[in-house]
């Protein structure tokens, strides 16, 4: 088991990097701590897989370094690094009996074969796969396959680390559901550091302590679900964790006031300071649809705005609103009044996140 630490990583698939854009995985530092379950969560194409390959020594990082438990690996082949890898598709040996492919990584490392029979028959037992142990795996279903994949995964307890590429791809939700609970039961069983990658930010809360999002080849946050819904430290997180994701309008001060479109916003002293002294011109004021006050009536410091329909999704109401031009999308609770043709808004400071350049900011509340 260990920790492993990226320094200065990057990687690009070109001979000829000329720009940013040119790399899958963007200069970065980071650090997996021994025993926790973590989550790398990202759009398709954003490094997610490359970041894994060079964990596991699949792919030759461009430069940077890979580091188990403070030792450099980056030389070192895969087999050497003792990492589990579980692929999107499983990777099985369709000729050998089920188990027989679960026994494969142990016999490899010339466990003694009772302890063999130990694990493979604890395996078996914890993904449900003990009735399949004598069939021969080309004659399974996708589903059972895949399983047998992950169980090839996890039958050894002394590696450093398992890593799962969106292992539960094709497996059908009822069962992704039930999986996904029995590798956090397997995690906290035995301690095992285990990144799960995946494009799905229900996936990766209900999987994992702390997630890393990833975007254009970086990591641009890594925290627990809660702090990338209350304090996103980029927009695209944002955008990317919640549903719906965050709102963001455009703002500038203009007369000492601050407007987003053509519209006033009621906001505190504060948050007024630190749009009047940003530097940049790409400055958003980002709040969560669940952190909107929506009154039917007029209210002091109420932002008027225009109500264009509400979703009814039974416990809760998204209405769908413009405010200065602005869409918004606001969170009611069911007890509460849906408005009609008109609406006023309020922002509580405290929800309120200033990003500049796509970046959060500090705000002083006072
Ligand atoms: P993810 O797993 O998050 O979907 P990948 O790591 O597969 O992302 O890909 C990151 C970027 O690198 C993408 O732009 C992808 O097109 C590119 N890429 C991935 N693999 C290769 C490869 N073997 N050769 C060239 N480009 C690649
Ligand atoms: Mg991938």
Redesign the pocket.
């Known amino acids: 088991m260990a920790e492993i630490t990226l320094k200065s990583l990057a990687h690009t698939?070109l001979s000829d990097p000329r720009s940013p854009e040119d790399y899958?995985i963007r200069e970065m530092d980071h650090v997996w701590h021994q025993g926790g379950a973590y989550a790398l969560l990202?759009p398709?194409?954003?490094?997610?897989?490359?970041?894994l390959n060079i964990i596991s020594g699949l792919l030759e990082p461009s430069s940077g370094e890979v580091l188990f438990d403070g030792e450099v690996v980056n030389a070192l082949p895969p087999e050497a690094r003792n990492i589990a890898q579980v692929f999107q598709f499983p990777v099985i040996y369709d000729t050998m009996t089920v188990y027989d492919n679960l026994a494969f990584p142990l016999r490899n490392v010339k466990t003694p074969e009772a302890r063999v029979h130990e694990r493979v028959m604890e395996v078996a037992e914890v993904l449900e796969l003990t009735a399949q142990l004598k069939r021969k795996a080309k004659n399974l279903t996708a589903d059972e396959k895949q399983k047998v994949s992950m169980g090839r995964g996890l039958v050894r307890e002394d590696v450093s680390a398992i890593l799962f590429d969106e292992p539960l791809t094709v497996i059908d939700p009822q069962l992704k559901w039930k999986l996904r609970r029995k590798l956090k039961e397997i995690h906290q069983r035995f301690e095992i550091t285990m990144v799960y990658?995946t494009h799905d930010q229900l996936e990766a809360s209900t999987f994992a302590d702390k997630i890393a999002v990833?975007y254009e080849g970086q990591v641009v946050q890594f925290g627990t679900p809660r702090e990338l819904f209350e304090r996103p430290n980029h927009t695209f997180v944002g955008y990317f964790i919640g549903s719906p994701g965050m709102n963001f309008l455009e703002v500038v001060t203009q007369d000492g006031r601050v407007m987003a479109g053509d519209t006033e916003l009621a906001v505190g002293q504060g948050v007024h300071d630190a749009v009047a002294q940003a530097r940049s011109t790409n400055v958003k004021l980002g709040i969560r649809p669940e952190f909107i006050e929506v009154h039917a009536e007029a209210v002091e410091d109420g932002m008027q705005a225009h109500v264009d329909h509400a979703q009814d999704l039974g416990t809760y109401s998204i209405v769908y609103l413009t405010l200065g031009g602005i869409p918004l999308k606001a969170r009611i609770e069911e007890d509460q009044p849906t408005p009609t043709g008109k609406a006023w808004l309020r922002f509580p400071d405290e929800r309120i996140g200033l990003y500049i350049d796509e970046f959060r900011v500090e705000i002083d509340h006072e």
């Open positions: 698939y899958a990202g398709s194409g954003c490094g997610k897989s490359t970041l990658v990833m």
